[in-house]
Nanobody
Framework: QVQLVESGGGLVQAGDSLRLSCAASGLPFSMYDMGWFRQVPGKEREFVAA????????SYADSVKGRFTISRYNAKNTVYLQMDSLKPEDTADYYC????????????????????WGQGTQVTVSS
């Protein structure tokens, strides 16, 4: 049974940092691309960042580029999202997801293309 468990969310002030973690089990983690998405109630889930199976390729939404960093540690089956210079508009539920690799150069930004999802962790940024 595949499980993705996010942690690290919380309530912070604008300008603060948070590091989200996603621990995976039940799948060959080092063979999957991983992504982070976020969702605000009433809105569609949106892409935040993705990383390929080896960690050699990353992709970011324009809204977080330069502030967020995705990384992974395959030996611990964990993917991270370091979030710096947080803004109130970053407030959302954050989800990690796993995707079978599609190519050497493309990371999916589309939620429906991901195979497995975690339950999410809440991030609230106050102004």
């Amino acid at each position: 049974q595949v499980q993705l468990v996010e942690s690290g969310g919380g309530l912070v002030q604008a300008g603060d940092s948070l590091r989200l973690s996603c621990a995976a089990s039940g799948l060959p983690f080092s063979m999957y691309d991983m992504g982070w998405f976020r969702q605000v109630p009433g809105k569609e889930r949106e892409f935040v960042a993705a990383i390929n199976w080896s960690g050699s390729l990353t992709s970011y939404a324009d809204s977080v580029k330069g502030r967020f960093t995705i990384s992974r540690y395959n030996a611990k089956n964990t993917v991270y999202l370091q979030m710096d210079s947080l803004k109130p508009e970053d407030t959302a539920d954050y989800y990690c997801a796993a995707d079978r690799p599609r190519s050497q150069t493309i990371l999916s930004t589309i939620p429906r293309e991901y195979d497995y999802w975690g339950q999410g962790t809440q991030v609230t940024v106050s102004s």
